[in-house]
């Protein structure tokens, strides 16, 4: 299973991205997906996750009313909508996934599968 995060990019503070991660490889099977992101210095941190379902999610404190996940099995895609973006959002943001039963994970050691990263700048 191979994962590809996009989507990021340079905005100013209060801008909008939105962050795409495509699942490919053994698609048949369902995932429970995550955005993870990590600041320089810091340790990776959960920013929100989705069950495979697509029917629950939930979402860092931090970023709660500002971003949102959503996804599109049929085409084996995640998104990660931000809004409002602050310049203490700027980091690599990672989607991940794993398998298992529909649930909603929020550690860097409940996820199997890991994207690339893709870089988020919020000037201020």
């Known amino acids: 299973v191979q994962l590809q995060a996009s989507g990021g990019g340079l905005v100013q503070t209060g801008g909008s991205l939105r962050l795409s991660c495509v699942v490919s490889g053994r698609t048949s099977n369902r995932y429970n997906m995550g955005w993870f992101r990590q600041a320089p210095g810091k340790e990776r941190e959960f920013v929100t996750a989705?069950?495979?379902?697509?029917?629950?999610?939930n979402y860092a404190d931090s970023v709660k009313g500002r971003f949102t996940i959503s996804t599109d099995f049929a085409k084996n895609m995640v998104y990660l909508q931000m809004n409002n973006l602050k310049f203490e959002d700027t980091a690599v943001y990672y989607c991940?996934?794993?398998?298992?039963?529909?649930?909603?994970?929020?550690?860097?050691?409940?996820?199997?599968?890991w994207g690339q990263g893709t870089q988020v700048t919020v000037s201020s």
């Open positions: 989705v069950t495979w379902s697509g029917g629950s999610a």
């Open positions: 991940a996934a794993r398998g298992g039963q529909p649930a909603l994970y929020r550690t860097v050691n409940e996820y199997t599968y």
